[in-house]
């Protein structure tokens, strides 16, 4: 699947100039929203207020984001950022402390841009739930020329709710007229179901549905956009994306990075409540959903609930799970800082999960995901079926073709099928086409907050996740959540550094089936 030669270089810039936008949608229907948004819209000029401005989230993805995007021209002259947080700190002060920051991300840092940036960047010290700071805030952004404000929940989760409250109180949350206020929240959305529907309603008590933007930063990586694409904009792939050719699913996402500071988090979290409710989740209803009737958010969030409602909850019969021990260099889950010496917390899980529908009925998921593994690397296979008769005379039998989808690193697509090697005699061999954005489009690949932020602006939220949306999500691991906390099972251990605990390739190799290692981990298959 390598982009095909057209020419020169000029004559293919010239081409991709003159196409229209990949993704054109359409907002949800709400008073004064246009028609359709799309990213080639100029953002409007606004505030954004980062609430906890001194955080970790701002200083690695939301300010490099704006400064991104401010040196492709993409944020309007016009818009300006507005930190809040509990600590006494000088516009100036903010300015020196961000710039560190962006610094660290941002290796090639442009000093005319960053200046220019940080000239449109001022703070607001107060207590999230102190009225006079939210009084001090709404005075600031009074004094504003812009089309709207967004407000960014950069904060632990507890104070989303109260956030939300003291927003309203200080009368932030409902806009003049022609003009917006939106909030956007981070995740985790909620500890368990009963928790999600509770800040659901608690946010809803403040802002209306329409603006809300639940984040999963997941959705804007460049793969996990183009699932939509690839099965929607091509006539090739869709015939055979059900269960008359598709074999099994695999969705993985692991890493080699420990608790790097997250000790107490994972302790009340774990992997099923850090990255299967929402990232593995989200990856499997962006594959297996039926087609929208418009790529824009209603629709798309529509489909996305619909697939999540088919969803079969897993048993704890197919799920595994594990944690790491010291290996290769790195200290064990139980002697990171903040983390309990006997505790039981999983570091990794796999599960299976069946869709029950007309399109996938039969077809099992296998979902992974794991801490101090052996790579980083995040893709989705879709492995097909045998051929049902193969006429050669062979050695050995036909290996199944595999289409990967890699969503880090190299982000692209690789497809796996079988040929013929040279010779008088037939002998097969594996073959792959293979797509990466880096080597296929000039330009370095855009980091998810970038996107992300410009939706926000843009008021498109088909990349953000819906209310009903993040509940059912919920629901779907509710059982193994509760199998978790009532039997406390001891985990499977795993070495750092590792490829996981045996049980997890039991899971499949029960089934006749085995994980494919990922890319990045070894090349070939």
Not at 128 to 156: C, H, M, N, W
Not at 200 to 219: G, K, P
Not at 409 to 431: A, C, H, S, W, Y
Not at 484 to 494: G, K, Q, S
Request: hydrophobic content about 40%; overall charge neutral.
């Amino acid at each position: 699947m390598r982009a095909e030669e057209a020419g020169s270089s000029a004559a293919r810039d010239a081409a991709r100039a003159a196409e229209p936008a990949v993704r054109r949608v359409e907002r949800e229907a709400r008073p004064g929203a246009p028609d359709s948004v799309s990213r080639a819209k100029p953002a409007p000029a606004c505030a954004f207020v980062i609430f906890g401005v001194t955080g970790d989230l701002t200083g690695r993805k939301l300010i490099p984001a704006l400064y991104q995007l401010a040196a492709k021209g993409e944020l309007n002259e016009g818009s300006v950022i507005v930190g809040h947080a509990r600590r006494e700190m000088t516009d100036d002060e903010l300015r020196a402390y961000l710039r560190d920051k962006v610094a660290a991300e941002v290796p090639d840092l442009d000093a005319g841009v960053w200046e220019r940036l940080a000239a449109r960047i001022s703070y607001v010290q107060g207590d999230y739930e102190s009225a006079d700071g939210f009084v001090r805030l709404a005075q600031k952004l009074a004094g504003l020329d812009v089309a709207g404000t967004i407000f960014y929940t950069a904060t632990p989760p507890e104070v989303y709710a109260t956030i939300a409250r003291s927003l309203a109180e200080a009368g932030l949350a409902r806009p003049a007229p022609g003009r917006f206020a939106r909030l956007v929240v981070e995740k985790p959305f909620g500890t368990d179901e009963a928790s999600a529907k509770e800040l659901n309603a608690l946010l809803l008590e403040h802002f209306d549905e329409s603006q809300l933007f639940r984040i999963d930063h997941y959705l804007a990586k460049e793969t996990a956009q183009n699932l939509g694409v690839l099965r929607f904009a091509n006539s090739m792939f869709e015939p055979v994306w059900n269960n008359r050719y598709v074999d099994h699913v695999q969705i993985t996402m692991i890493e080699p990075m420990g608790m790097e500071g997250r000790g107490r988090f994972y302790e009340s979290a774990g992997v099923l409540r850090d990255v299967f409710q929402n990232h593995l989740l989200q990856l499997l209803a962006l594959m297996a959903m039926e087609p929208p009737v418009r790529f824009d958010a209603r629709a798309v969030r529509d489909e996305k609930v619909k697939l999540f409602s088919a969803v079969s909850c897993p048993s704890p019969a197919d799920t595994v799970f594990g944690q790491y021990v010291a290996g290769n260099g790195a200290v064990g889950y139980r002697q990171e800082k903040d983390v309990d010496p006997n505790s039981k917390q999983a570091t990794y899980a796999a599960m299976q999960l069946r869709v029950e529908n007309w399109r996938w009925s039969g077809v099992p998921f296998y979902l992974r995901s794991g801490k101090r593994l052996e790579a980083k690397a995040s893709e989705i296979v879709l492995q097909f079926k045998a051929p049902p008769h193969v006429p050669f005379a062979l050695s050995a039998p036909v290996h199944a073709d595999r289409l990967v989808m890699r969503i880090m690193p190299d982000e692209g697509m690789t497809i796996r099928f079988n040929g013929k090697r040279p010779g008088q005699k037939v002998e097969l061999d594996r073959i792959g086409l293979d797509f990466s954005y880096g080597e296929s489009f000039a330009g370095a690949i855009p980091d998810a907050y970038e996107t992300l932020i410009l939706d926000v602006m843009n008021g498109d939220a088909t990349l953000f996740m819906r209310a009903d949306e993040v509940e059912a999500q919920w629901r779907i691991v509710a059982p193994v959540l509760a199998y978790l906390e009532e039997r406390r099972p001891t985990p499977a251990f795993y070495e750092a550094g590792g490829r996981g605990p045996q049980q997890a390739y039991a899971l499949l190799e029960s089934a006749g089936r085995e994980w494919k290692r990922p890319a990045g981990v070894r090349r070939g298959d």
